[in-house]
Nanobody, 121 residues
Framework: QVQLVESGGGLVQPGGSLRLSCTAS????????LRWYRQAPGKERELVAG???????NYTDPVKGRFTIARDNTKNTVYLQMNSLEPADTAVYYC???????????????WGQGTQVTVSS
């Protein structure tokens, strides 16, 4: 089993910054893609950013130029640096990981419990 634990959420004023972290632990041989999703009240969960094992990244258009996803493979951790935050960024942020438990195993998808980000003056 694999656990993902997020941290770093909170209340921030518009224009401010936050850095989210998500650390994976448990039966891990390798982690392929890592992603951050978010879900605002009354809305569907949406992909915010993703990063491959090799470091290639992608972002949803509303966050391009403001958010940066990064990973530390030695710590099984993914980060989301969020700058120039806007009220529209308010949501619960979830990390998602594609994990192999051992060499040759299937890839399983895991979710963290979510961390609240609120952007308000």
């Amino acid at each position: 089993q694999v656990q993902l634990v997020e941290s770093g959420g909170g209340l921030v004023q518009p224009g401010g910054s936050l850095r989210l972290s998500c650390t994976a632990s448990g039966s891990i041989c390798s982690i392929n893609a890592l992603r951050w999703y978010r879900q605002a009240p009354g809305k569907e969960r949406e992909l915010v950013a993703g990063i491959t094992e090799g470091g290639s990244t992608n972002y949803t258009d509303p966050v391009k130029g403001r958010f940066t996803i990064a990973r530390d493979n030695t710590k099984n951790t993914v980060y989301l640096q969020m700058n120039s935050l806007e009220p529209a960024d308010t949501a619960v942020y979830y990390c998602n990981a594609d994990v192999k438990a051992y060499v040759g195993s299937a890839v399983f998808h895991y979710w963290g419990q979510g961390t609240q980000v609120t952007v308000s003056s």
